[in-house]
Nanobody, 122 residues
Framework: QVQLVESGGGLVQPRGSLRLSCAASGSIRSIYVMGWYRQAPGKQRELVAI???????TYADSVKGRFTISRDNAKNTVYLQMNSLKPEDTAVYYC????????????????WGQGTQVTVSS
């Protein structure tokens, strides 16, 4: 009923920039939290940054000062501007949505995107 479609990943050199986008579509009334997680090979999935519908942001310590999360509530879209990228940022980045209220069924739901690869390498 809900799809999260990510875009913007790719290959970038160290100290470069990328901007990820994630658009949620479907029978959505509202989404409380949207954000990004990442998973590097051989590692657990970890939080990168999340943002509430009210604009409260949380960042992993490893990305503070380099990444900026933003959100367009009207479009159910979340963005991640990544600057000063490092090789250790290489991972599959997943879009997440929590506290999703639908127009069709009751309750609060959680959805994930399929992931987009970010590779930082010279």
């Amino acid at each position: 009923q809900v799809q999260l479609v990510e875009s913007g990943g790719g290959l970038v050199q160290p100290r470069g920039s990328l901007r990820l986008s994630c658009a949620a579509s479907g029978s959505i009334r509202s989404i409380y939290v949207m954000g990004w997680y990442r998973q590097a090979p051989g590692k657990q999935r970890e939080l990168v940054a999340i943002i509430t519908s009210g604009g409260i942001m949380t960042y992993a310590d490893s990305v503070k000062g380099r990444f900026t999360i933003s959100r367009d509530n009207a479009k159910n879209t979340v963005y991640l501007q990544m600057n000063s990228l490092k090789p250790e940022d290489t991972a599959v980045y997943y879009c997440s949505s929590r506290g999703v209220v639908l127009t069709t069924i009751r309750g609060s739901h959680e959805y994930w995107g399929q992931g987009t690869q970010v590779t930082v390498s010279s």
